[in-house]
T-cell receptor, first 115, second 110 residues
Framework: DVKVTQSSRYLVKRTGEKVFLECVQD?????MFWYRQDPGLGLRLIYF???????EKGDIPEGYSVSREKKERFSLILESASTNQTSMYLC??????????????FGNGTRLTVT | KNEVEQSPQNLTAQEGEFITINCSYS?????LHWLQQHPGGGIVSLFM???GKKKHGRLIATINIQEKHSSLHITASHPRDSAVYIC????????????FGTGTRLTIIP
């Protein structure tokens, strides 16, 4: 069974802190994604990666960066956390280079609160 | 105008009832996912379909490409089906874009 693991379920950080959200998948998937989920807005794509050291901006990349040094790990970085980045963050992976029609596997999410 | 519309936003039903959740989208698609999110946040992929109908246990997903509409049905609903159900079509705007609906919150009462 595919496992996508996010390092924290709940996180509380202060405004201005640098925040790292980690995601690891164990099925050798090429594609990995970071989304945020807010009430009434659905899931919105922040960044995605289809290979090691490759990254592409999604719909809302401002205030975020990512790192993919190894195939199994995709990190989301908040350079200077702000209160409007309080949200649920979800990582996903999929197995093929054809990005959009591949089945998606999600992590359990990290609920980040910035105070 | 939203690219993906789900209805209803909230649905409460008695155990055993037949459930239908609807998804409409604005442009052509290449595929559509139905996802399930339980309280606590984890999301599970239920179906990916591009035409016709798929069935898995008590869950059935259908899609009508011409009408730009998909439905998720649950037969003999059970309290453990209580979750948020999310429709996610891959929309064709010239290039393809995976887009998510805002979800339908389903509560099944014993």
């Amino acid at each position: 069974d595919v496992k996508v693991t996010q390092s924290s379920r709940y996180l509380v950080k202060r405004t201005g802190e640098k925040v790292f959200l980690e995601c690891v998948q164990d099925m050798d998937h090429e594609n990995m994604f970071w989304y945020r989920q807010d009430p009434g807005l659905g899931l919105r794509l922040i960044y995605f990666s289809y290979d090691v050291k490759m990254k592409e901006k999604g719909d809302i990349p401002e205030g975020y960066s990512v790192s993919r040094e190894k195939k199994e790990r995709f990190s989301l970085i908040l350079e200077s956390a702000s209160t409007n980045q309080t949200s649920m963050y979800l990582c996903a992976s999929s197995p093929f280079k054809q990005v959009l029609n591949s089945p998606l596997h999600f992590g359990n999410g990290t609920r980040l609160t910035v105070t | 105008k939203n690219e993906v519309e789900q209805s209803p936003q909230n649905l409460t039903a008695q155990e055993g009832e037949f459930i239908t959740i609807n998804c409409s989208y604005s442009v052509g698609i290449s595929a559509l996912h139905w996802l399930q999110q339980h309280p606590g946040g984890g999301i599970v992929s239920l179906f990916m379909l591009s035409s016709g109908k798929k069935k898995h246990g008590r869950l059935i997903a259908t899609i009508n490409i011409q009408e730009k509409h998909s439905s998720l049905h649950i037969t003999a609903s059970h309290p453990r089906d209580s979750a948020v159900y999310i429709c996610a079509p891959t929309l064709n705007f010239g290039n393809e874009k995976l887009t998510f609906g805002t979800g339908t919150r389903l509560t099944i009462i014993p």
